[in-house]
Nanobody
Framework: EVQLVASGGGLVQAGGSLRLSCTAS????????IGWFRQAPGKEREGVSC????????DYADSVKGRFTISSDNAKNTVYLQMNSLKPEDTAVYYC??????????????????WGQGTQVTVSS
């Protein structure tokens, strides 16, 4: 059974930090890139960051560059999203997704094969 489990969300004050985790099972993790997406109430889902299979590539949305860092621990089948200097506008449900490519794209969520459940991130001002 394919599973992507996102965790690590919570409530934090502006300027604070959170680390999200996305742990995969049921497929060949080494062959897949992982993307993080977020969706705020009343807004479209947007790409936040992604990392290619075996860490071949990384990409970030302009809105999070310099604040968020994506990394992968293939031994644990887990991708992390370290989020620093959080802003109220970062408040959203964050989802992770898997795409069988070394170069996943943030602007093409429909291309991702597997999706996890979301984890809520709330940043208070």
């Amino acid at each position: 059974e394919v599973q992507l489990v996102a965790s690590g969300g919570g409530l934090v004050q502006a300027g604070g930090s959170l680390r999200l985790s996305c742990t995969a099972s049921g497929f060949s993790f080494d062959d897949y890139g992982i993307g993080w997406f977020r969706q705020a109430p009343g807004k479209e889902r947007e790409g936040v960051s992604c990392i290619g299979s075996r860490g071949a590539s990384t990409d970030y949305a302009d809105s999070v560059k310099g604040r968020f860092t994506i990394s992968s621990d293939n031994a644990k089948n887990t991708v992390y999203l370290q989020m620093n200097s959080l802003k109220p506008e970062d408040t959203a449900v964050y989802y992770c997704a898997a795409d069988r490519t070394a170069y996943p794209r943030l602007n093409n969520p429909w291309g991702y094969e597997y999706w996890g459940q979301g984890t809520q991130v709330t940043v208070s001002s």
